[in-house]
């Protein structure tokens, strides 16, 4: 057998797949990888004990001297506590499922909680319908805007605004390379970071078929869905959230007429990790429910008359003939939508808010701290947990950052070059207030 038992290959079936990629060798492989890069033994040492790796680890992380809570990065993925439940069921091996199972029917367990899952999300909306999840907030975006295209009978068009999530935005750029659909691109308001709503209706043409709004946006600026929906009228409205925490807060888009809701439910009971996983959710109002992508959980009862879940409205063209097909997404992110539905569940109404008052309390704290410091704060629009602020040399910035251990923000520049020396901060209930004047030091010093 081969000297790794986990490749489930023996010797003659390695010989046929190096035949087939034509190399006589495991080695050949890996001939472009510079020979300096390969070690003969690894420094692993001694065998150990389980207690005293667990010590190793300990004193290993021990002098890490980035952690969470002396991060400030956002950015469309967020930093907070996972409650010990979440981690422990999400573990249990009757849920331990990445996606809804292709036999539902006999999974009633798993299919409770994605209808649980859909429910919660329409509860944060105020939408009334929501599918079980899609992959995350940026294709859940472009599937909102295939979803806008197929609902409206008008152009060929979609506005969306420069302070969309640069990803989102790239994202959508790719899925439409070959479609014929165009995107118009609207200003923000310098001032406040908000889409500039008195030049907003002459964007919105005949040909617009739908309008995009980030909120808070990529800046983290809260815009004026009311003013928004008033203007747009009878155009297709997509509410983009990145940070759902926010509309346990602040008044939920489905209150001011969206007709879709989607974005990134990462911050719910998912950790950060390298990017991921990562978990879309999109919303939408019930007369939309036969355009809506993805799997849909639904509520009946069973021959007996006892309640039962159902995957519904899922025909054979979505799985069988993609080009009529709703959508091409005919799965989810069951184990990660479980994730959300157990931290929802756990929170509540109450907790939920008082999450969202905790992070939109530090983050403001944070920023008076900065303006008292000399900083300026850029936008003066109203705020979640994230703002921008202006530094004179930002390289600096994040070279002072680096020898205390400390994560500054995103450098803006990466995304917009007109915006030199602008930073991204984020704040989560993570971050310790004990810790702002440590941060305001090192962006003061700077001026």
């Known amino acids: 057998m081969y000297k790794h038992p986990y490749i489930p290959c023996g010797s003659q079936e390695l010989k046929e797949l190096l035949a087939a990629v034509g ?112 992959y995350d907030g940026a294709t859940a975006f472009v599937e909102s805007v295939f979803m806008a295209k197929r609902v409206s009978k008008k152009g060929n068009t979609v506005a969306i605004p420069k302070s969309l999530h640069p990803h989102y935005r790239d994202t959508l750029k790719t899925y439409i390379s070959n479609l014929e659909i165009d995107i118009k691109e609207i200003d923000w308001d310098p001032m406040t970071g908000e889409i500039e709503i008195d030049k907003l209706g002459k964007t919105l043409s005949d040909e617009v078929f739908a309008l995009a709004v980030q909120s808070p946006n990529y800046f983290g600026v809260v815009e004026r869905i009311d003013a928004v929906r008033s203007i747009s009228k009878d155009i297709i409205l997509i509410v983009v959230v990145t940070e759902p925490l926010s509309m346990a807060l602040f008044k939920p888009p489905g209150f001011f007429g969206a007709d879709i809701v989607t974005g990134e439910a990462q911050s719910f009971g998912l950790y950060p990790s390298w990017g991921g996983p990562l978990i879309g959710f999109l919303a939408t109002k019930a007369s939309l429910i036969r355009h809506l992508p993805g799997r849909l959980i639904g509520e009946t009862v069973d021959k007996d008359g006892k309640r039962a879940f159902v995957a519904t409205l899922s025909t054979r063209e979505q799985h069988i003939r993609r080009e009529r097909a709703t959508s091409n997404i005919c799965t989810n992110q069951t184990l990660a939508a479980l994730a959300v539905t157990v931290f929802l569940s756990l929170y509540g109404k109450c907790g939920l808010r008082k999450l969202a008052e905790k992070n939109y309390n530090r983050a403001h704290l944070l920023a008076k701290m900065l303006k008292d410091a000399g900083v300026k704060v850029t936008f003066e629009g109203t705020f979640f947990n994230e703002f921008v602020v202006e530094v004179k040399d930002i390289k600096k910035v994040f070279a002072k950052a680096r020898k205390v251990g400390i994560y500054p923000g995103i450098d803006l520049a990466r995304y917009y070059k007109y915006m030199q020396n602008h930073l991204l901060v984020s704040v989560t209930e993570l971050n310790k207030p004990e810790t702002f004047e440590e941060f305001v030091d090192i962006l003061r010093e700077d001026f």
């Open 23 to 134: 190399v006589d060798d495991v080695d050949n492989l890996f001939k472009s990888v510079p020979k300096e890069l390969f070690i003969d033994s690894p420094p692993i040492g001694k065998a150990l004990e389980v207690e005293e790796i667990r010590k190793l680890f300990h004193t290993l992380a021990s002098k890490n001297k980035f952690t969470l809570e002396r991060s400030f990065i956002g950015g469309g993925i967020y930093r907070h506590f996972v409650p010990p439940p979440v981690r422990y069921i999400t573990s249990l091996p009757e849920f331990l499922t990445i996606y809804t199972p292709y036999q539902p029917e006999i999974s009633q367990g798993i299919l409770q909680a994605m209808y649980e899952y859909q429910t919660l999300i329409c509860q944060l909306t105020d939408m009334e319908v929501s599918n079980a999840s899609l």
